[in-house]
């Protein structure tokens, strides 16, 4: 297993950059060749998040929040399934933002996302987030620029409240290719029990892929930070995308130095406690056996 190589360095946003996605090699595939090569070290660090988890939701001092994010086809919802499933759902969460509600509409466009950020000892996964509202709103022409500016302002004022109040933040774009796409879109036509997945909007919506990608570029950069930094994830191979999500989660929950909070109780008198009813439970049963 490649201790030496970190992903979250790699594939980290750095403020103050700004992030040209065509610069960025969405087939790259880091030292492995293959998904089976992979396999060891996505089940290593998979195994990793489900132990940081279990302190997490122990220590009760901190959440942590994952944003995913991606043009259509990126892998969303494969990276929930593969990376996330090792999570107990007692203390994980997942959130799915769709095109919003009329009562939605009526409010400022965070409204109806700070209910669903994570208390203290969970993880939340937001399926679309925030963002979809300097993105989507954007290209479409739904607001100005002054807006979607502004916007960017209230994100990063948002965000910053919750670093403030022990959320650590993970944002992740899963960058893939056009090509990629156009075969994933395929993949979906060609597999029944895809096909539910095809909508009308996914073709109409490769005509402003550039527009697409000016504005994620735009969004990202302008809303990266030490406290909620972005990663830009190569995604063409899903593999390598599991692989490099889940290792950045994993280090960065080892990183906070978590520990199980101590007994809230006397343990020696537990203990006693423990072994006087065990004593008694082999007398009842040695009482019954002779009453037989």
Same mark, same amino acid.
């Given at each position: 297993?490649? /201790?030496?190589?970190?992903?979250?360095?790699?594939?980290?946003?750095?403020? +103050?950059?700004?992030?040209?996605?065509? /610069?960025?090699?969405? +087939?790259?595939?880091?030292?492995?060749?293959?998904?089976?090569?992979?396999?060891?070290?996505?089940?290593?660090?998979?195994?990793?998040?489900?132990?940081?988890?279990?302190?997490?939701?122990?220590?009760? /001092?901190?959440?942590?929040?994952?944003?995913?994010?991606?043009?259509?086809? $990126? +892998?969303?919802?494969?990276?929930?399934?593969?990376?996330?499933?090792?999570?107990?759902?007692?203390?994980?969460?997942?959130?799915?933002?769709?095109?919003?509600?009329?009562?939605?509409?009526?409010?400022?466009?965070?409204?109806?996302?700070?209910?669903?950020?994570?208390?203290?000892?969970?993880?939340?996964?937001?399926?679309?987030?925030?963002?979809?509202?300097?993105?989507?709103?954007?290209?479409?022409?739904?607001?100005?620029?002054?807006?979607?500016?502004?916007?960017?302002?209230?994100?990063?004022?948002?965000?910053?409240?919750?670093?403030?109040?022990?959320?650590?933040?993970?944002?992740?774009?899963?960058?893939?290719?056009?090509?990629?796409?156009?075969?994933?879109?395929?993949?979906?036509?060609?597999?029944?029990?895809?096909?539910?997945?095809?909508?009308?909007?996914?073709?109409?919506?490769?005509?402003?892929?550039?527009?697409?990608?000016?504005?994620?570029?735009?969004?990202?950069?302008?809303?990266?930070?030490?406290?909620?930094?972005?990663?830009?994830?190569?995604?063409?191979? /899903?593999?390598?995308?599991?692989?490099?999500?889940?290792?950045?989660?994993?280090?960065?929950?080892? $990183?906070?130095?978590?520990?199980?909070?101590?007994?809230?109780?006397?343990?020696?008198?537990?203990?006693?406690?423990?072994?006087?009813?065990?004593?008694?439970?082999?007398?009842?049963?040695?009482?019954?056996?002779?009453?037989?």
């Amino acid at each position: 297993m490649a /201790k030496d190589v970190h992903y979250s360095d790699k594939f980290r946003v750095k403020p +103050g950059h700004k992030l040209k996605l065509k /610069k960025v090699d969405a +087939g790259f595939k880091g030292h492995h060749e293959t998904e089976e090569a992979a396999a060891a070290e996505v089940e290593h660090y998979r195994q990793k998040i489900a132990k940081m988890q279990s302190l997490l939701y122990a220590e009760r /001092k901190r959440s942590v929040l994952i944003v995913l994010q991606a043009l259509d086809a $990126g +892998g969303k919802d494969g990276t929930v399934n593969h990376v996330f499933s090792v999570l107990n759902p007692q203390g994980a969460r997942v959130v799915g933002f769709k095109q919003p509600t009329a009562e939605e509409l009526a409010h400022d466009f965070l409204w109806r996302v700070h209910p669903h950020v994570p208390i203290t000892g969970e993880i939340a996964l937001f399926n679309r987030s925030h963002y979809e509202d300097v993105l989507v709103t954007r290209v479409h022409k739904l607001i100005d620029k002054e807006t979607w500016v502004d916007r960017y302002k209230r994100i990063r004022d948002f965000e910053e409240l919750l670093a403030r109040n022990g959320t650590h933040i993970l944002k992740f774009f899963l960058h893939i290719s056009a090509a990629e796409q156009l075969a994933r879109f395929a993949q979906r036509l060609d597999d029944p029990q895809r096909n539910w997945k095809i909508s009308e909007s996914d073709y109409a919506e490769r005509a402003y892929w550039d527009d697409h990608i000016a504005a994620f570029e735009d969004a990202i950069t302008a809303t990266t930070a030490k406290h909620a930094p972005w990663f830009v994830i190569p995604s063409n191979h /899903k593999w390598f995308r599991n692989l490099a999500v889940s290792q950045i989660i994993a280090d960065t929950m080892e $990183g906070l130095h978590m520990a199980y909070p101590q007994p809230q109780v006397d343990l020696t008198v537990i203990r006693r406690k423990y072994h006087a009813a065990e004593r008694a439970e082999r007398r009842g049963k040695r009482r019954r056996r002779k009453r037989r």
